[in-house]
């Protein structure tokens, strides 16, 4: 538990650095073009499709009446925007998740091994198609369970923990790897992901928690339609800062736990060099006084053998 803190602290000082937030942009920039075109292409024929399959769903109408009822009769034009937004927010999030990977996780990582492992060697246990892979697989299950988890989103906190173990999950698999791949062999990096499992998963949900407050932002954007172009890039933003504080903190807390399996390897070996060393010692006065008894006996065989 200490070392999980230090590293979460760490990592959020880390943030703070001009570097980090130099490369942060990076992956905004990239991720508010993407979203801006998409927007600018289908943004109108999505909401419009939406509305029209809420406005002749039958089940529905009675939830409009009852909405007009109360006195909220223009809640009906909010819907379909936002179930827009809705179902294309994983799609920013894993977007965002998979820019900070490849634009900012080698370079953050590089950055904390700099200033706290100098030292440590570089394996090169991961490569860049084995990454890719790991990524795409990992990207795959994650949507796969968001669709198959859609219905249970109707029961409020449900709506918010499952995207949350979801994300969770899917950034501990992506920069779990990622951290790991330049300075960790293979065998290191299996053994590490084994021992440190749950460690990892637990950072990555709590990271993917973090996200939520985003999606805040994100949704809040249909409400202010006037702040509306500024809200996104926004919620993109702290997506990109979630995501490169969890490189940051995945970052500090593997390398840390991977110095820490190799300060124990050349301990076992210090450890097995020493006992061979002793075992020879106490079997070196054995060896000579066999070596005594060999040579009183073949003394004693000679002059038979003469005679």
Request: proline share 5%; with cysteine.
């Amino acid at each position: 538990m200490k070392q999980l803190m230090d590293s979460f602290f760490r990592a959020a000082m880390y943030c703070l650095y001009p570097r980090v937030m130099g490369l942060s942009f990076l992956p905004l920039v990239l991720i508010v073009a993407l979203s801006w075109l998409l927007g600018y292409l289908y943004w109108d024929a999505a909401v419009t499709g939406v509305r029209a399959s809420l406005d002749t769903s039958s089940w529905l109408t009675v939830v409009w009446r009852w909405l007009e009822g109360v006195g909220l009769p223009d809640l009906k034009t909010v819907v379909a925007p936002l179930l827009v937004i809705f179902s294309v927010t994983p799609l920013v999030v894993v977007s965002c998740l998979l820019a900070v990977t490849f634009l900012m996780t080698p370079a953050l990582t590089r950055l904390v091994a700099e200033r706290r492992f100098a030292g440590l060697e570089r394996k090169h246990g991961g490569s860049l198609l084995r990454s890719l892979w790991w990524t795409l697989v990992s990207v795959l299950i994650a949507l796969g369970a968001l669709v198959l988890s859609l219905p249970m989103w109707l029961v409020p906190p449900l709506a918010m923990l499952i995207p949350a173990f979801v994300w969770g999950w899917l950034t501990y698999r992506i920069l779990a790897f990622d951290v790991l791949a330049e300075f960790a062999s293979t065998a290191e990096r299996d053994t590490l992901l084994a021992r440190h499992r749950l460690t990892f998963l637990s950072m990555g949900i709590v990271t993917g928690l973090m996200g939520t407050a985003p999606s805040l932002v994100w949704a809040s954007g249909v409400f202010f339609a006037a702040f509306f172009v500024i809200l996104v890039p926004l919620a993109i933003w702290i997506y990109t800062l979630v995501f490169a504080f969890s490189s940051l903190w995945f970052a500090h807390y593997a390398l840390s736990a991977l110095q820490a399996l190799r300060q124990a390897s050349v301990s076992a070996d210090v450890d097995q060099v020493l006992q061979a060393a002793e075992t020879a010692s106490e079997a070196r006065p054995r060896l000579r006084a066999a070596s005594l008894d060999t040579n009183r006996e073949v003394t004693d065989v000679l002059p038979r053998l003469r005679d």
